[in-house]
């Protein structure tokens, strides 16, 4: 496809060696027009096996844990030679993912690249001592230390929908922190991670198993990682479902685990907000990258006095925003990643009706797409917040709206979930959105439109959207053991 793909598919990097994979070849697919890209190597239980035992040795063996002067001279590199090749990394992006051209300048390639600045600078400016002073116990005058070292080996198992992002925001800073990785990417995009091994081999000075990259048509190597005993933790963003599994499996040999998982975030409307522009602003939201977004607000909770116009705007904003091209600088939604997810968004489409739901807009395939996994952008109206629709994520260009009561009803349905990922407030009066925004129980909020997103802030959930923070120094620290030293005084 271009000099970042191998003819024959992309390799495995496993112990600094590029190798092909124990299992032969599996094909990579571009959702956009359903065609093979090429292939990727499909590494074996065995491979597994050896990129963790590399992964082992280079943790237990070599100063990498010991230099993070080094580790961020190493970071800088990656970052670098990755801003060399953008123009064939975002035609791989936008290729294997699907995602909107638009992205790739921002979440979906060159923010991620330029984040690994802040992991290099977080390995160079880091207080890894603290000096608690010296106190007499038990007639001994003891000085104490508390000391932050690196976890160990890092098993680093990520989805498709935003590759770059997550792969990064996982080995930044888990390698600045002085661990080393074992990165296993989701199947559906192989190549945005594996095209990292020759780079990483070849022109940086990481040492010899401290990044493994390891590409595999098989879940089940994704088991393996988390249930090796020579793997000291697991970071992990996927599905609620994949990720109880993964604690699961974790809990035999009680590896820290940081899971980001799913979310159904509310985007909270008072009755003095602009009700047309906090419609139009979460439906335009909801249709980019079709949908595929964790933290995206798809529950759109609207004063009931205001929901017939809330709907409208709604409704004017998706009927402009048709799925297409994702080559096209004006497309926002792209293709869904597979025929299956899209066979997903369906189903709950059907559900929705069943359940008593209009379909407002979309609600099926566009006529003008013949091939490719797309589903037009859909508003549901008519059904309440204990409708499936509104309980589960899609994982769709899907906005369910909700006519709320009041503050408090808002504030209750909004909660009114098992996930707390993330979710958005709008309102003019500072005193009540205050009080949402205090009573919502997310990981992350937007009010009035701001925007959190950035290497230095820490993202991830309250209740089933997740265990522990990814970015900013609380996700760095993710990576950290914490060890007391007293001498005497």
Not at 67 to 75: G, Q, T, V
């Amino acid at each position: 496809m271009n000099g970042l793909v191998p003819a024959g598919g992309t390799p495995l990097l496993i112990g600094g060696k590029l190798i092909p994979g124990g299992s032969g070849v599996f094909a990579t697919i571009n959702p956009a027009t359903e065609e093979v890209l090429g292939h990727a190597a499909d590494a074996s239980a065995a491979d597994m096996d050896a990129a963790i035992g590399a992964a082992r040795a280079a943790f237990d063996e070599t100063g990498w844990s010991r230099d993070p002067a080094f580790r961020a001279h190493c970071l800088r590199q990656l970052r670098d030679v990755l801003g060399e090749h953008l123009e064939e990394l975002r035609e791989i992006t936008i290729a294997e993912v699907g995602t909107p051209v638009m992205l790739t300048s921002g979440p979906q390639l060159e923010g991620p690249v330029a984040d690994l600045t802040y992991a290099a600078e977080l390995a160079e400016n880091y207080t890894w001592e603290t000096d608690l002073g010296t106190r007499d116990l038990m007639g001994v005058a003891s000085r104490r230390v508390i000391r932050r070292e690196a976890v160990g080996v890092v098993g680093a198992i990520t989805p498709w929908n935003f590759p770059h992002q997550i792969n990064l925001a996982k080995i930044g800073p888990a390698l600045a922190a002085g661990n080393t990785v074992v990165l296993k990417p989701a199947p559906d995009t192989p190549w945005c991670a594996a095209v990292l091994g020759p780079l990483v081999a070849e022109h940086t000075d990481i040492p010899a198993g401290v990044l493994n990259i390891v590409t595999s048509a098989d879940h089940g190597l994704g088991a393996q990682l988390v249930d090796d005993p020579r793997v000291d933790m697991i970071t992990f963003t996927g599905s609620t479902r994949t990720g109880r599994s993964v604690m699961a499996g974790a809990s035999a040999t009680l590896k820290r685990t940081f899971l980001e998982l799913g979310g159904k975030s509310a985007a909270v409307v008072l009755d003095d907000a602009d009700i047309a522009a906090a419609a139009s602003y979460t439906a335009f939201t909801v249709a980019v990258h079709a949908g595929q977004g964790c933290a995206l607000t798809t529950r759109l909770l609207v004063p009931r006095a205001a929901y017939d116009a809330a709907v409208a705007a709604a409704a004017a904003t998706l009927s402009g925003l048709a799925a297409g091209d994702p080559t096209n600088a004006a497309t926002v939604c792209g293709p869904v990643i597979s025929a299956q997810q899209r066979a997903r968004v369906e189903r709950y489409l059907e559900l929705a009706k069943a359940e008593g739901g209009q379909i407002v807009v979309g609600g099926g395939r566009p006529a003008n797409q013949e091939r490719g996994f797309f589903i037009e952008p859909t508003l549901i109206a008519g059904l309440g917040n204990s409708a499936t629709v509104a309980q589960e994520e899609i994982f769709g260009p899907v906005l369910v709206v909700i006519p709320h009561d009041g503050d408090d009803d808002a504030i209750r349905l909004a909660n009114d979930s098992p996930y707390g990922l993330s979710g958005s407030v709008w309102g003019t009066d500072p005193a009540r959105v205050e009080r949402v925004v205090a009573g919502v129980r997310t990981g992350t909020l937007s009010v009035n439109g701001g925007l959190w997103y950035h290497a230095d802030a820490p993202f991830g959930g309250y209740k089933q959207s997740g265990i522990g923070r990814e970015m900013g120094v609380a996700g760095f620290e993710e990576y950290l053991e914490t060890k007391l030293v007293a001498t005497p005084a």
